[in-house]
């Protein structure tokens, strides 16, 4: 069978917008057991570490007082930390299953619908280009999924969660610390967009070079035949040094306007603390305790604002990727 250079069986005009959210519910749905266990495993850990600091600050309560400390809340704090290592682990090892079994998935249907086509159209199919989204695409698909994407669900989860579990200790103190950081939002909002802008210039140049080098895989030997090898090689070198520029250009602008979004969601709400819950905690209306459940659980609730801006970026990339590729996706069940 021979390959030709021409155009891929399938090759879509335009992609759906919508093609990579339904490619992702696939995905989901494929492993729909998995990702409720993760869900669930997410969120028993999140619920025994609230338990643990409940715990905690019911021992520095008594501590503070000058009270004669039980021995059974320190036991029953033994325990608790058991069983978070427990959770933790639990969470960990269920996520990370159900995102390989997730990619797995993807590259199987990827490989499924080159099985299913015809001997004819399997004439059309430049390898070099399939090859080069099999290596980029799928790959970054793969990628994101087992590094970005429960990782989210769980900031997601440990965020609300933790706010209304802090709200059904103290509203006023909740409030009062949290809210202002809101318009923390449309900053966040604005600057993600100049980081999508950022990361699609970069995919673009590694587009290019993907382009160049599937060239150069189908006409090789026509290259070689024509002692063309210089040229091409420096306009390789060419495209390989823009897209290098545009992607540290994009590390550089997503650094740089995450720092500002990381300081205010983290320094804000301290700050407040502090001066809220502090003169709160002088005058009686609040226990040491306390205190010390709203600082040590501040970040679940911040965390989620100051990563914001890279999820975002990383989504984008994540879902011009499975738009790109979700024509060649057949899973299985699925008629070709």
Request: some cysteine; overall charge neutral; proline content about 4%.
């Amino acid at each position: 069978m021979s390959y030709k250079t021409g155009c891929s069986i399938h090759e879509p005009t335009s992609y759906d917008l919508g093609g990579d959210m339904s490619l992702l519910y696939k995905l989901i749905r494929k492993q729909l057991f998995l990702v409720i266990s993760a869900i669930c495993t997410c969120g028993f850990s999140v619920i025994v570490t609230l338990w643990w600091n409940s715990q905690l600050a019911g021992i520095i309560n008594i501590v503070s007082a000058g009270a004669r400390l039980p021995a059974q809340p320190v036991l029953l704090a033994l325990a608790t930390i058991s069983v978070m290592g427990v959770a933790s682990c639990l969470n960990t090892y269920v996520s990370g299953y159900t995102s390989e079994n997730m990619a797995h998935d993807l590259r199987m249907g990827y490989a499924r619908h080159f099985s299913s086509i015809s001997f004819a159209d399997a004439e059309n199919v430049s390898v070099g280009e399939q090859l080069s989204r099999l290596q980029n695409e799928i790959a970054d698909i793969s990628s994101y999924i087992n590094s970005n994407l429960f990782q989210l669900l769980g900031d997601i989860i440990r965020f609300t969660i933790t706010f209304v579990w802090l709200l059904f200790i103290n509203p006023i103190l909740t409030l009062a610390t949290f809210l202002p950081v809101l318009p923390i939002m449309i900053y966040i909002a604005l600057s993600s967009k100049v980081i999508q802008s950022a990361t699609e210039r970069s995919q673009q140049a590694k587009g290019r070079m993907n382009g160049l080098t599937e060239t150069m895989l189908s006409l090789f030997p026509v290259i070689k035949l024509y002692d063309a090898q210089k040229m091409i090689y420096n306009r390789y070198d060419d495209d390989v040094a823009v897209w290098e520029r545009e992607t540290v250009r994009a590390e550089r602008t997503r650094a740089r306007l995450m720092s500002p979004s990381g300081l205010f969601s983290t320094s804000i709400p301290l700050i407040l603390l502090f001066a809220v819950g502090g003169n709160m905690a002088i005058h009686g209306t609040i226990a040491i305790g306390t205190m010390y459940i709203f600082l040590n659980l501040s970040g679940n609730v911040t965390g989620v604002l100051m990563n914001m801006p890279g999820y975002i970026a990383a989504f984008r990339q994540f879902s011009a990727n499975m738009g790109r590729i979700a024509p060649r996706i057949l899973m299985e069940g699925e008629a070709p």
